[in-house]
Every structure is written in C-alpha cells, then in structure tokens.
C-alpha cells in the first residue's frame, strides 16, 4: 500500500494546507472569555469539515467548552483506535512575533501561526491519514476526541468522559501532543511531569506609600515575596528547599537512564532550539534526567507595585507570586500542596498560598502489542526507531483517559523543539505533516491486526 499512500499525501498538500490555514485563523483562545464564540465557530468548522470528507462528526457540550468527536467506521466487529488532540491554544500576544498570530503564512513548507504545531497541525494530519485508512477499507474504526479546553487544564474533560463513557469505548487511545528530540531523533514518550499551580499573595498595607516618609518601617510585600520564592528554591541549581518535597521521588532504573543517554538528546540543539541563552548544565544527560525525570520549582512571576518607565518611589500595599511545581511518578500534589502551605506558613506567617490547580503526573507501559504497533509506525514512516522518553510537560486528559477508558495510551506526537509551543513564531511544516500522515495509516493498519 505504500505507493497508493505517497500519492494521497502528495495530491491532499493543498487541501491539508487550507484546511489548517481555516483552523488556524479561528482564535480558539481558551484561557480568554471573549474567545467562546470562536471556539464554537471552530468546533462547528471542523464538524463541517469531518463530515464534508465523508466522516461522522458532532459537537458534545460539557458545562464548559465543548468537545468535538468524530469518527470513521469500519464496523462494529472491527477494533476501535481514539485519537485525542486538543484545538484550543495558548494566548499570542507576545511582542516577537514576526506576523499576525492568526492569519497563517506559508512559506516553503513551513506553517505560522498559533496552534499550528500546538495541537492543530497534528490532528488535521491525523484526520487526513483516517481518511485515507477508510478509503482503503483498513478493518479499523477511527475515532478522533479533540478538546477545546486543555490549554487550561481540561476542566471539562473528566465530565465529559463520564457522559459519554459507552461512547468512547476503545481498543487503543493515541495522543498526538508531544515533542520530538530533534528533527533526526524521533520520540515516543512513556511519561508525563504531573502539575501544581499555587498563588502566594502577602498585603501588607491599604494603598502606596512614599519610601522616603516610609521606607524603613513599612513593610515590603514585593521583596517578601521574592524571599519567600528564594526560599523555596535555589534559584542557580533549581534545586527544591521545601522539606519532604523528594521524598516520594522513585529513582529512575538503569535501564531507562540508559536509554536516555541514548536517545540523542544534545544539550546545544536543545539550548538553541529554545532560544535560552545560558543553561544550567551543559551536560546533555543531566539535562535530560532535569526535564524528563525530575521535579521542579517555578516562579512564574511577581505582581505587584510599579511598573510603568521610571522608577515610582512608592511601597506597594500588595503583592502575588505565581508558581508551579513539575511533579514526577509517585509525587502527590496534594501533599505537595500542603508541604507549600506548610512551608510559606512557618516563613512568613502574613502570606496566603492560594491552590490554583493539579494534576498528577503519568507514567505508561513500553511494552506490549499497541507500543509494539507505535513504534513500528513511526520507523516505517520517518526511517528511523523512535527512542522511548518521557514528556517534561503535563497533558491533563490523558490521566483521565487512563482513569475511565482502561486502553493502552501511546503517543504519535510530530512537534518538533523548534517548533514553538507556547511560543511566539509557533509554526508546523509539511515534513512532519507529510511522513505523519504514513505513521497514521501504518498505525491504523498494524491494530487491525492485532
């Protein structure tokens, strides 16, 4: 089937990048109020779109936004594949961008804009590739959960996985939101850094004052609060100081270590491809066991006082630090949370810690028929073994996939560290687009085997 397949992709080129310049131009901003009606203008879009190309497709609503889902039948006796992606994206109003955010560029194969690679470019080429699996008659339903919500932590999801749990019955689950380790070295990842997200707030007074008739007696939220995150962290070694924070930490075996050592992760490429000018550690393999394997300390930012040009010489009445912790396998962030609380509270006994949200962390097999089946297809389609990692990141759907669908999980992620997620210049290109839409179909046909 590979020559029939190398035509589709070729002949489908213009279509696929229409189809994502249309998706890409909806503002499907789930972190803004005053973006609804384009999430529903999008989810109505890619309904059209679905059944326009001989899919079935709905929109399913939740208390919040909703949830598209669509799906190719091969019939009821055949094995079911889910294919989650998430088309909602993250703010783009940083001052780098080169372009409109929202009105896509094409440029010799390369795609801008925002929610190209994050997470629209990969699920239009997932959608592409069932398209083809269907024409072909691959004895494989396909059916495609793609929520409006996971840049805010998929809110929704669990309800609606509840709802519409007979529904959602599967035989595999793929998630196609990750990031390669460069354009050469594929990676499928077997992990996820779980998240809390916390708020420190401290008032200290009920409006500005002058430092010069105050300066010396009032007391300072801003640096407090600075010296409370400092507290928490080193700041030079990202090393954690809130006592018990590692204590669930679970070693990493030898064997995973070892095949992170191997897995081609280059501490250059990976500084230049994420515009970082200076790093902790310029040892490659340490700096995959910090992002892969171990857990962090954010600051994210202090709020509070002037911040306009100049210098205002005024004491602020108040201010906030926002931060998050990466958690690893076996770290709770319930007890972490407390372990914060507990912490700041014996510190400075004047600041709140305010939860924000959480989310486990996951770790799955690499092993067995369906990780089996994954691996092959993205060596078929991209001429090289994925290498087994784990994501820095947190994908808050796939633990509640995990909780109410019991299906083997594998990610087919085609992002590449270059590519910008949650960046400015987000872009996609029909490279990745091109050979995803064979390591689909190769996926595809390998579970209607087993």
């Known amino acids: 089937m590979s020559g029939s397949i190398d035509t589709y992709v070729t002949s489908v080129r213009s279509e696929f990048e229409e189809t994502l310049r249309r998706w890409v131009e909806i503002p499907t901003i789930s972190a803004s109020p005053e973006h609804r009606t384009a999430i ?91 398209r083809y699996a269907a024409e072909q008659r691959v004895p494989v339903n396909v059916r495609f959960i793609w929520e409006l919500e996971e840049e805010i932590g998929s809110p929704h999801f669990e309800s609606f996985v509840r709802a519409n749990i007979d529904a959602l019955r599967s035989d595999s689950v793929v998630v196609s939101d990750t990031v390669w380790i460069s354009r050469s070295r594929p990676a499928m990842p077997c992990g996820l850094r779980g998240m809390l997200t916390a708020r420190i707030l401290l008032e200290t007074g009920t409006k500005d004052v002058h430092s010069g008739l105050t300066g010396g007696a009032a007391r300072n939220p801003v640096a407090e609060l600075c010296a409370l995150a400092a507290a928490c962290c080193d700041s030079k070694t990202g090393e954690v100081r809130i006592p018990g924070f590692y204590d669930d930490v679970e070693p990493v075996s030898a064997e995973e270590r070892d095949a992170l050592l191997k897995s081609g992760f280059d501490a250059e490429v990976f500084r230049q491809a994420h515009g970082l000018r200076l790093l902790r550690s310029g040892d490659s393999a340490e700096l995959a066991e910090r992002i892969w394997t171990r857990p962090t300390f954010e600051v994210h930012g202090i709020v509070g006082g002037y911040t306009g040009p100049g210098v205002k010489s005024a004491i602020a009445p108040r201010a906030e630090a926002k931060i998050s912790m990466r958690l690893v396998p076996a770290q709770s962030p319930a007890r972490q949370f407390e372990s914060l609380r507990r912490f700041v509270g014996e510190l400075n006994p004047d600041a709140a810690v305010e939860l924000d949200g959480m989310l486990p962390p996951y770790l799955g097999p690499r092993e067995g028929p369906y990780a089996d089946a994954a691996r092959d297809a993205m060596q078929h389609a991209f001429g090289r073994a994925p290498v087994w990692v784990r994501e820095g990141g947190s994908i808050g759907a796939v633990l509640t996939m995990n909780d109410y669908l019991a299906a083997p ?26 050979s995803g839409m064979k390591m689909f179909v190769r996926y595809f046909e390998n579970v209607s085997r087993i």
């Not at 059944?51 to 091969?74: D, M, Q, S, W, Y």
């Not at 009105?103 to 929610?115: E, L, N, P, Q």
């Not at 999980?409 to 091109?434: C, R, T």
């Open 40 to 130: 529903r203008t999008c989810a109505g879009a890619v309904v059209d779109h679905v059944r326009g190309i001989g899919g079935e497709a709905a929109v399913i609503e939740t208390p919040g936004n909703p949830v598209v889902l669509a799906e190719f039948r091969a019939g009821p006796d055949r094995p079911t594949v889910s294919v989650y992606n998430h088309l909602d994206v993250q703010p783009a109003d940083e001052p780098e961008w080169r372009s409109d955010p929202f009105a896509m560029g094409i440029r010799d194969g390369v795609y801008t804009g925002r929610g190209t690679t994050d997470d629209k470019g990969p699920a239009l080429t997932a959608l592409m590739a069932a």
């Open 409 to 434: 999980i594998v990610f087919l992620g085609l992002s590449l560290p270059e590519h910008g997620y949650h960046a400015p210049n987000e872009h996609f290109d029909w490279g990745q687009a091109s």
